[in-house]
């Protein structure tokens, strides 16, 4: 006759079962949020190969950046320019995103991009050196609480910035740190959060949170 389990073993096995599942669930968390993350590194890289290539054919210029306060939260949208000249696709008509091409941490909205120099507010207004990035002292090979807020493209060491808000973003706090450009700001796999970010430097090296 086969002995039964007690109520303590079947305690003890469903403990195990639950404990076994709790990791196994927080290993393919990880593993599904950094596939995500690389993700948009890659679709990053693909839309900074379609600002050069607008570059190229725009006798070295970058489209302005846009701040529209009339479609909510669509602050800095990918450029219209990129759209226009075929290098992304367009957008479904029933939305205010630039092109169909999504922060993937932020569904609805597109990827951010933010150049120095002019800016576009609320489609119409065009300001002269109104848009600008605040760039850390020594950046981008060392870190420093000082820096300067550059407005005119041919004194900024940044040209553009392309960025997602990236997993638990908090405005708030990166506001504080003056995202997306300092290094604290991007993504770190170990915390898991930050600012997802590719940039061009005046040099025309690209640099951001993927070289983590």
Not at 52 to 64: L, M, T, V, W
Not at 138 to 159: C, H, I, L, R, T
């Amino acid at each position: 006759m086969k002995r039964a389990f007690t109520l303590i073993e079947l305690l003890v096995v469903i403990a195990i079962i639950t404990l076994l599942m709790a990791i196994l669930s927080t290993v393919l968390g990880h593993a599904r949020l950094q596939a995500k993350v690389l993700t948009v590194n890659a679709e990053l890289r693909h839309i900074g190969m379609a600002l050069e290539a607008y570059s190229f054919d725009n006798n070295g210029k970058y489209p302005p950046t846009r701040v529209d306060c009339m479609l909510g939260g669509h602050f800095y949208q990918l450029p219209l320019e990129l759209v226009e000249s075929k290098y992304l696709p367009r957008p479904p008509s029933d939305t205010y995103m630039a092109t169909s091409i999504e922060d993937r941490f932020n569904p609805g909205y597109t990827y951010k991009y933010r150049s120095v120099g002019t800016l576009i507010y609320n489609r119409t207004t065009i300001v002269k050196d109104g848009a600008h990035l605040w760039v850390p002292d020594a950046f981008p090979y060392g870190q420093s609480d000082e820096g300067k807020d550059y407005s005119n493209p041919q004194e900024s060491p940044v040209s553009w910035v392309l960025y997602s808000e990236g997993p638990r973003f908090d405005l708030e706090r990166m506001r504080e740190l003056k995202y997306p450009v300092p290094r604290e700001t991007w993504y770190d796999s170990k915390a898991g959060k930050g600012v997802i970010v590719r940039m061009r430097l005046k040099n025309g090296a690209q640099i951001g949170s993927f070289e983590n």
